[in-house]
T-cell receptor, first 113, second 111 residues
Framework: DQQVKQNSPSLSVQEGRISILNCDYT??????FLWYKKYPAEGPTFLIS?????DKNEDGRFTVFLNKSAKHLSLHIVPSQPGDSAVYFC????????????FGQGTRLTINP | ETGVTQSPTHLIKTRGQQVTLRCSSQ?????VSWYQQALGQGPQFIFQ???????GRGNFPPRFSGLQFPNYSSELNVNALELDDSALYLC??????????FGPGTRLLVL
């Protein structure tokens, strides 16, 4: 039972263009969402988060959009840079309780020069 | 301020053995969580400790156990290792129930 899904295993984008990574969830109890970036041989690095009371959160080149009715969130990176090439994980949690993170399978983003 | 550190970085064990993995939390963080990441998958929650007490557990058998110490460092113990336990084990710390920050992980191979 995959409660958080990232349906695109990989994405290739030209440097300078916009990268859009998508994530869907099924559990309506989730009310806090995060994006992590992971390079090989390193742990996931926190990028940006959003609470369910918002529909958008922006931090520099990174913007996360949340559509609660569709149970969908997306991460926009603009402009994309070669250093953005990594695996991106979407994660969700319910604020109440243990706040365990439920992760998607990841999307490998490649930025081409 | 140091980030989350884990030891060892790599480990090879044989089926049936026991293993202990260690994690030092980021300074000021009193919550630690452990995750297992199999190849090609996202991390899966094992359990969480808050102020030395278990604060939630994922769908892992009892042979996965943990400890959190007064200095908020932590251990993950796995008994009776199985081949499927081969994975990257990630520790994450947070100041209370806030955003979790991950260490580099320990890669375990069970032969």
């Amino acid at each position: 039972d995959q409660q958080v899904k990232q349906n695109s295993p990989s994405l290739s984008v030209q440097e300078g263009r916009i990268s859009i990574l998508n994530c869907d969830y099924t559990n309506s109890m989730f009310d806090y969402f995060l994006w992590y970036k992971k390079y090989p041989a390193e742990g996931p690095t926190f990028l940006i988060s959003i609470s369910s009371i918002k529909d958008k959160n922006e931090d520099g080149r990174f913007t996360v959009f949340l559509n609660k009715s569709a149970k969908h969130l997306s991460l926009h990176i603009v402009p994309s840079q070669p250093g953005d090439s990594a695996v991106y994980f979407c994660a969700a949690s319910a604020i109440q309780g243990a706040q365990k993170l439920v992760f998607g399978q990841g999307t490998r983003l490649t930025i081409n020069p | 301020e140091t980030g989350v550190t884990q030891s060892p970085t790599h480990l090879i064990k044989t089926r049936g053995q026991q293993v202990t993995l260690r994690c030092s939390s980021q300074s000021g963080h009193n919550t630690v969580s452990w995750y297992q990441q199999a190849l090609g998958q996202g991390p899966q929650f094992i359990f969480q400790y808050y102020r030395e007490e278990e604060n939630g557990r994922g769908n892992f058998p009892p042979r996965f156990s943990g400890l959190q110490f007064p200095n908020y460092s932590s251990e993950l113990n796995v008994n009776a290792l199985e081949l499927d336990d081969s994975a990257l084990y990630l520790c994450a710390s947070s100041p209370g129930l806030e955003t979790q920050y991950f260490g580099p992980g320990t890669r375990l191979l069970v032969l």
